[in-house]
């Protein structure tokens, strides 16, 4: 049978996976210009969460509501404790605050959870292969991807469309300006911190049936949503999706075709937008 | 005798002492204190002269030291060239990774050299018949000295080999940051545009800075394979890069002496919890957060900011209100 359908469908469920870990990433960046490492925590300790709360309820969509909010309260503590007091220009101690948290909750998880892989069973439901037309495919990540596709029509939505969104935009765009006029940034700042929080954490708890979850998952997918924001441009929806198709087409296809290069997979993508076009793919922040 | 001078006297003198006062397992300690504060060095070029926040750093710091210890161990090739060859490449890669990363400034400057410095661990975790991967090159002697009589295994002998590397290159730097050089670096750092409207060619001098950064780093990851005998893929990760980053905060931005404090406040501090804890990660992740939380112009900076002004600083003389202001009390460290 020919491998290429169902690399191309490994391909569109990881993107999906990185498009929900690095839109948050990919907003507050742009928005905020806070490089927050931790993000990558949010996904690890959700997919962490998730299982906890499965294991004790055997519910899965309660395991991916735990996950998404209480990633959604830690975004909301980390940004209203620690990160509100920076100004847009520091990024370093930024990002040494926020890696010192990565180190602090890889850690915690390590001591809680263990080191060994780990993975959440996907609900009855969605267990098994489904049939596609010629090609069998693994229902829980068709659901994934069908998950990964609504989420980012709602985010797009929520950005391009609502009033929240445009006070966004507009803080992207200039933040002294949209504060001038009246719009509360601190409030804003951190009510989209914490939404970014909220989504990574459920890409963890998603992610956790397939990918697994095990120390130093965190910076695995750290690397790729930083290609992805490099990629797509900072403070984009839009340019997170595509780039996220991009990234995970370029990582999926070496893995198969070219398993040597793997770990090379991300550089060719960013070198070829950064020679070209280094605002990225639908980068609005300058 | 000036303060600056006095400092320097007391500094000197510390640096000779100190291995004779505590054994040697320390005296391994402080080398590799000055082997991070070179590498921090070179990093605060970037990040505290030319406001380039590098995340990267440490990817240098492994291409001398796997450069030196693949001379040495597969083609006897000797000290001296091995390790020119390393600080060379370093510099090589430097100027490759400098293209790349130039292409932007600020917060994406940080992602993108932290992206590229992975691919130094993937070269040196993938290419396991150069490198022997995850295992690391092991057994790497340190360079002997034939017209010396002590033998470098000697960790006090060795220190002061790493000691007067580092006091060169801090002398070469302290030169280099007053230089015209130096002076346009930090220019571009507060105005890249009224650098470039005034004619400057910005993007050479950033690129300059960044192939000089990647040297010190090669300096750096040649002597800390002959300190350890060892290298591994780690030794490029995040890291690395993200403690000399915290070294330049800490000891302050912009300053001379900046990594060197950083460094020996950092590195101890690393080493002991590593030795007591098995959880040295969360005391590490606390000093990152203690530390930016704690003093956020660097220690110098405060230091500076507290100590009386003298008649040489006229910045501070002139606006005597300011400097009352500064040391008021009630500041916390």
């Given amino acids: 049978m020919d491998t290429l359908p169902l690399t191309l469908l490994d391909a569109l469920s990881l993107a999906m996976l990185l498009f929900l870990l690095s839109a948050g990433l990919s907003i507050t960046f742009g928005l905020m210009r806070v490089l927050n490492m931790a993000h990558a925590s949010f996904y690890l300790l959700g997919g962490y969460i998730g299982l906890a709360v499965w294991s004790r309820t055997a519910n899965f969509g309660l395991a991916l509501l735990a996950a998404a909010a209480s990633m959604a309260l830690g975004g909301g503590l980390l940004y209203g404790v620690f990160l509100a007091r920076f100004s847009k220009e520091d990024e370093m101690p930024q990002v040494l605050l926020t890696f010192g948290m990565l180190l602090i909750a890889a850690e915690a998880a390590m001591i809680v959870?263990?080191?060994?892989?780990?993975?959440?069973?996907?609900?009855?439901?969605?267990?098994?292969?489904?049939?596609?037309?010629?090609?069998?495919?693994?229902?829980?990540?068709?659901?994934?991807?069908?998950?990964?596709?609504?989420?980012?029509?709602?985010?797009?939505?929520?950005?391009?469309?609502?009033?929240?969104?445009?006070?966004?935009?507009?803080?992207?765009?200039?933040?002294?300006?949209?504060?001038?006029?009246?719009?509360?940034?601190?409030?804003?700042?951190?009510?989209?911190?914490g939404l970014g929080s909220l989504v990574a954490g459920l890409a963890?708890?998603?992610?956790?049936?397939?990918?697994?979850?095990?120390?130093?998952?965190?910076?695995?997918?750290?690397?790729?949503?930083?290609?992805?924001?490099?990629v797509g441009g900072a403070g984009s929806v839009e340019g997170a999706f595509v780039a996220s198709l991009l990234v995970a087409l370029a990582d999926t296809l070496t893995k198969t075709y070219v398993p040597a290069l793997s770990y090379f997979s991300i550089y060719v993508p960013m070198a070829l937008i950064l020679a070209f076009r280094p605002r990225g793919l639908l980068g609005r922040a300058a | 005798m000036t303060r600056p001078l006095a400092a320097a006297a007391a500094g000197l003198t510390l640096a000779a002492l100190l291995p004779f006062a505590v054994p040697a397992y320390f005296v391994d300690i402080l080398s590799r204190v000055l082997v991070f504060a070179m590498l921090a060095m070179g990093l605060n070029l970037l990040a505290g002269y030319a406001g380039l926040p590098s995340?990267?750093?440490?990817?240098?710091?492994?291409?001398?030291a796997y450069t030196a210890a693949l001379l040495i161990r597969k083609l006897e090739v000797g000290f001296a060239a091995a390790s020119l060859?390393?600080?060379?490449?370093?510099?090589?890669?430097?100027a490759v990774f400098g293209l790349i990363a130039l292409r932007a400034r600020g917060a994406t400057f940080l992602l993108i050299t932290l992206a590229l410095a992975q691919s130094v661990w993937a070269v040196a975790f993938t290419w396991r018949s150069l490198?022997?991967?995850?295992?690391?090159?092991?057994?790497?002697?340190?360079?002997?000295?034939?017209?010396?009589?002590?033998?470098?295994?000697?960790?006090?002998?060795?220190?002061?080999l790493v000691l007067i590397v580092f006091l060169a290159l801090l002398a070469a730097f302290a030169v280099l940051v007053r230089s015209p050089f130096g002076l346009a670096l930090q220019g571009i750092?507060?105005?890249?545009?009224?650098?470039?409207?005034?004619?400057?060619?910005?993007?050479?001098?950033?690129?300059?800075?960044?192939?000089?950064?990647?040297?010190?780093?090669?300096?750096?990851?040649?002597?800390?394979?002959?300190?350890?005998?060892?290298?591994?893929?780690?030794?490029?990760?995040?890291?690395?890069?993200?403690?000399?980053?915290l070294m330049v905060i800490m000891g302050g931005p912009g300053t001379v002496i900046g990594p060197l404090v950083g460094a020996a406040i950092i590195e101890p501090v690393a080493e002991m919890a590593n030795l007591f804890t098995r959880h040295w990660p969360l005391v590490l992740g606390a000093l990152y957060v203690v530390v930016i939380l704690g003093a956020p112009e660097g220690i110098v900076g405060w230091l500076r900011r507290r100590l009386p002004a003298r008649a040489s600083r006229p910045a501070a003389s002139e606006r005597p209100s300011e400097g009352l202001a500064a040391a008021a009390p009630g500041e916390a460290i």
């Fill in chain 2, 85 to 94: 060859a390393g600080v060379l490449l370093a510099a090589a890669v430097g």
């Fill in chain 1, 113 to 193: 959870w263990g080191g060994n892989v780990m993975r959440l069973p996907p609900p009855a439901l969605l267990q098994g292969p489904a049939e596609l037309g010629a090609v069998t495919y693994p229902r829980y990540r068709l659901f994934v991807i069908a998950a990964g596709l609504a989420m980012a029509v709602a985010l797009s939505l929520l950005i391009g469309r609502t009033r929240l969104g445009a006070m966004v935009r507009a803080g992207v765009d200039d933040t002294e300006t949209a504060q001038t006029i009246g719009l509360n940034m601190p409030r804003l700042f951190l009510l989209v911190f």
């Fill in chain 2, 131 to 160: 490198t022997r991967g995850d295992d690391g090159l092991g057994s790497i002697p340190r360079p002997e000295l034939g017209w010396l009589p002590w033998p470098m295994a000697d960790a006090r002998a060795y220190y002061f």
């Fill in chain 1, 204 to 230: 963890g708890a998603l992610g956790a049936p397939y990918l697994g979850v095990y120390p130093g998952l965190d910076f695995d997918v750290l690397l790729l949503a930083f290609a992805v924001i490099i």
């Fill in chain 2, 189 to 245: 750092r507060d105005n890249e545009q009224r650098m470039r409207s005034l004619g400057y060619n910005t993007w050479l001098y950033l690129y300059t800075a960044f192939i000089i950064a990647a040297g010190y780093a090669g300096v750096a990851g040649v002597l800390r394979a002959y300190l350890v005998g060892a290298v591994v893929p780690g030794w490029s990760q995040v890291d690395p890069s993200a403690e000399a980053l």
């Fill in chain 2, 55 to 64: 995340l990267g750093q440490a990817a240098f710091m492994a291409t001398g």
